[in-house]
T-cell receptor
Framework: NAGVTQTPKFRILKIGQSMTLQCTQD?????MYWYRQDPGMGLKLIYY???????DKGEVPNGYNVSRSTTEDFPLRLELAAPSQTSVYFC???????????????FGQGTRLTVV | KQEVTQIPAALSVPEGENLVLNCSFT??????LQWFRQDPGKGLTSLLL?????REQTSGRLNASLDKSSGRSTLYIAASQPGDSATYLC???????????FGAGTQVVVTP
């Protein structure tokens, strides 16, 4: 059981380049999330999804896009990378155990992105 | 907007002492609260989840309390060990969509 897997672990981008951060989970969780963590700060929600085909913005969505074509995968796309997007990105998933009941969150190991 | 604060930002204790980590939040209308552990360069690991209807949760040496009316949660770690050295994050969810507001964390060092 691999849990939540993120690739790549590290990446350096030049300003203006684009890339996709991959996230996949093998626990059949409907709820998935992308967060970013800046040094000394708490994690901030970028986008989330409550199921295949359903996505919505979080607190800091500008400069990012997501898609959710399958339950397992939730890629995050960065278009026209900017230095302000230098951060550590975490993907997470949560199982839904009842109509409105969620349990603990599972996080990936993170992707450390530097934009120069 | 929900604000989550963790004080202190850093804490150093000798092995064997009990740890007390604080989390405060501004909006008492929460869905649940979760405590996480983060090791350097690693992802987050869930330690304890407290639903809004609960007052506390326990797991081994860990105990977390929740007081919604005062906007506070406390994580107690009994008889600390060097392996408890990590950053501890508090996160609050305001609805059933699982969207968290995180505190900045408390960095804990337990010295042998």
């Amino acid at each position: 059981n691999a849990g939540v897997t993120q690739t790549p672990k590290f990446r350096i981008l030049k300003i203006g380049q684009s890339m996709t951060l991959q996230c996949t989970q093998d626990m059949n969780h409907n709820y998935m999330y992308w967060y970013r963590q800046d040094p000394g700060m708490g994690l901030k929600l970028i986008y989330y999804s409550v199921g295949a085909g359903i996505t919505d913005k979080g607190e800091v969505p500008n400069g990012y896009n997501v898609s959710r074509s399958t339950t397992e995968d939730f890629p995050l796309r960065l278009e026209l990378a900017a230095p302000s997007q230098t951060s550590v990105y975490f993907c997470a998933s949560i199982p839904q155990v009842g109509p409105v009941e969620l349990t603990e969150a599972f996080f990936g190991q993170g992707t450390r992105l530097t934009v120069v | 907007k929900q604000e989550v604060t963790q004080i202190p930002a850093a804490l150093s204790v000798p092995e064997g002492e009990n740890l007390v980590l604080n989390c405060s939040f501004t909006d008492s209308a929460i869905y649940n609260l979760q405590w996480f552990r983060q090791d350097p360069g690693k992802g987050l690991t869930s330690l304890l989840l407290i639903q809004s209807s609960q007052r506390e949760q326990t797991s081994g040496r860990l105990n977390a309390s929740l007081d919604k009316s005062s906007g506070r949660s406390t994580l107690y770690i009994a008889a600390s060990q060097p392996g408890d050295s990590a950053t501890y994050l508090c996160a609050v969810s305001g609805d059933s969509w699982g969207k968290f507001q995180f505190g900045a964390g408390t960095q804990v060092v337990v010295t042998p």
